[in-house]
């Protein structure tokens, strides 16, 4: 359920019974200009909900006489969900200062509202490093990053305090689509860094 700020921010369908459409967007920028086209960077990954864009459909409610908006909201980034566990006996390992850096992957895009759609391929592909946010259970992390198409290049870092590096690449067929969710189940050893994943909306 949306209200308004203020009764200032009311809004009214026209009067002369003509339809209108919603585009709807979230988070809010105050700044937003009258092109519509928001500009997405995912480079500071500590606070989820402050990078998750998520657009709006209005699928009813479009006149005076049809008052009832329906708005269904979809995800347009996609979700990494990382657990991380070790080998038997891997106490050489702590997981709960263990940290994941992303490699290979563009921090910013910009996406039009109006046509809800990406409108560049991206640019500043710089590492991004994915903390254990409070709450957080030892063995998990999560981050939001940009939609891109398969290919080479991803690469998942995990680094210990003590100075200990475990790599583990992506692998190339996979894409990442907009509004799914990657599961990566890790097991950090002393070999070869295994990597399982499943996929899901």
Known sequence: MFTAVSDDNLAYFPQNGSQIR???YYPYRSDLSTSMLYPVDIADQTDLPAIDLMT???????SKTDPDVDIYFYHR?????FNLTTEENGDY????????????????????????TFTDNGSNQNDITVPRRTGEV????????????AGTGVVFEFATPDGDTYIAYMADTLELKSGYQYTFNVTLSQNPITVSATIEP
Do not use: W
């Not at 980034?77 to 969900?81: A, D, G, W």
């Not at 998990?140 to 198409?149: D, G, K, M, S, T």
């Open 22 to 24: 919603l585009s709807t």
């Open 56 to 62: 709006g459909v209005h699928r009813s409610g479009f």
């Open 77 to 81: 980034l996609s979700k990494l969900v």
């Open 93 to 116: 390992v702590s997981l709960a200062d263990c940290q994941l850096t992303l490699q290979g992957m563009y921090n910013n895009r910009t996406y039009d509202l109006v046509n809800t």
């Open 138 to 149: 030892t063995s998990y992390r999560e981050a939001i990053v940009l939609p891109r198409a």
